[in-house]
């Protein structure tokens, strides 16, 4: 059974690492061993022969058609050419992703900015659909433990998002730091990177290598790396402990933010409601530091 145009993530559970994990409950143990690793090698395992991706599963043949069956395809060659396509869309540059504008000279193209909402309002809503509560519960979890020291990284656009973060964690506990300027002073960071610390990773298409090498190292080091990405896998997903991803297609030469900030701004609310109590008295003393009384104790 074939999925429409879900070679670029817009089928109804859009990419193949989102079917599996909306199928995934579904999923027997031993079929549970190959989504892991073609989740954990997104997508090359997937397009190796069935024979290579069972040897590197430790599964049998058959577990790798069963598992194809069930993420509704009709056979390994259909699953293959739709991660393909995948791999096809995360190469895409602004230059290939400019939409086809020729029914605007013509006066058939709708009003942009209704197409182009309607197209963010859909992102956001299959981005709500593809996070899991216990996923979002676990990262939550890890943001509100004051001794685990945090880490925000993100590339060349992504960068934005994790400074929007940033700033809201550093207010809302200690131990919170933002890694930015070149690459060279990243690695200062590393030196201190251990068991206790979360790196929250942000990489979309066209996936950063010195995000991914920095996070390969850290989760190298022991820290547990949460990644928030796109539909299709940033290659960070390899060593990535927990795993958020946001729909970015829109009809525009780059890709949409608004699904990443709407889980970094859900992750906000919550975080600052379990940490309440300390969270109260960073603000308040903030606010006194901002704006402390008048006249002081001058007499």
Do not use: C
Not at 122 to 133: C, K, M
């Amino acid at each position: 059974m074939a999925r429409t145009e879900e070679g670029s993530g817009d089928g109804p559970h859009g990419t193949i690492a989102e079917a599996i994990r909306h199928h995934y409950g579904a999923l027997t143990t031993t079929e549970r061993k190959p989504a892991q690793t073609l989740l954990g090698s997104y997508p090359f395992a997937g397009l190796e022969t069935v024979a290579k991706f069972a040897e590197r599963a430790g599964v049998s043949g058959p577990t790798i058609l069963r598992l194809v069956a069930k993420l509704g395809y009709s056979g390994y060659a259909e699953f293959q050419q739709e991660l393909r396509d995948e791999l096809q869309a995360q190469l895409q540059s602004p230059l290939t992703k400019r939409p086809d504008s020729g029914g605007e000279a013509a006066g058939r193209r709708p009003n942009f900015l209704e197409s182009f909402g309607a197209a963010v309002t859909g992102n956001i809503q299959q981005t709500l659909d593809s996070v899991h509560q216990s996923e979002f519960d676990a990262v939550v979890e890890l943001l509100a433990d004051e001794k685990r020291p945090l880490y925000l990284l993100g590339g060349r656009f992504t960068g934005a998002v994790a400074s929007y973060f940033y700033q809201h964690l550093h207010t809302l506990r200690p131990n919170a730091q933002l890694i930015s300027g070149h690459e060279s002073g990243w690695r200062n960071y590393l030196l201190d990177v251990g068991r206790r610390h979360v790196l929250v990773v942000f990489d979309i298409r066209r996936y950063q290598h010195d995000v991914i090498r920095f996070a390969e190292e850290a989760a190298r080091r022991g820290a547990t790396v949460v990644l928030f990405t796109d539909q299709w896998l940033s290659p960070v997903s390899g060593v990535a402990r927990h795993m958020l991803t946001a729909r970015v297609t829109v009809p525009s030469s780059w890709d949409s933010m608004i699904g990443m900030f709407l889980i970094v701004e859900a992750l906000i609310a919550r975080v600052s409601e379990k940490m309440w109590p300390t969270v109260k008295s960073r603000v308040e003393e903030l606010d006194m530091m901002l704006n402390p009384p008048e006249g002081g104790n001058d007499e």
